[in-house]
């Protein structure tokens, strides 16, 4: 009779280790971590150099966001004009608290005063998932067609040379 307990409670044991390991996994599975994108897929980069202009654009998936201070352009062999983030969407935040983040997309145009054969220009972001995770900040290397500086560009343009510590208030976030 023992021995018959012990076995029922054994197989019952069983029984409710393999539910609750089923459930576990259902739950992480539909929601979890292995349903996150890989940060390409998150923040889809692309970019266009039309002669002097340079466009950046981000498409931001639903339930990712990208961080406004965290976005930064930093040139080699090149002199930027002055440019501007657009303006994003206030979010509390767990990590930087109140901040502005980009949901959906994200576009800026940045004028190239000029930039040699070898000009490039470093991008560096970082976003969220809204489910709580955040990625490692990501750098991407533009490469630019040389762009040769005119009177007219220099007497209409302001000198930015970012350094990696750049703030919003030189215009550079």
Known sequence: MQRRVYVL??????????????AAYAIFEKGGMNQLLSADQAFVFD????DNKLIVNWQIQP?????????????????????????????EDEFFGKTVVYFNNLVINIPIISATDQANIEVRYQGCAAAGYCYPPETKIIPLSSVIATKQSL??????????????KKGLC
């Not at 409670?9 to 089923?22: G, V, Y």
Request: aromatic share 16%; charged share 15%.
């Open 155 to 168: 007497a209409t343009s302001k000198f930015v040379q970012p350094n990696a510590n750049s703030s919003a």
């Open 9 to 22: 409670s054994l197989l019952l044991i069983l029984c409710w280790t393999f539910l609750l390991s089923t």
């Open 63 to 91: 339930g990712y966001y990208l961080y406004q201070k965290q976005t930064k352009f930093l040139p080699n062999h090149a002199k930027l004009s002055k440019y501007q983030l657009p303006k994003g969407k206030y979010h």
């Open 47 to 50: 970019f266009e150099q039309k």
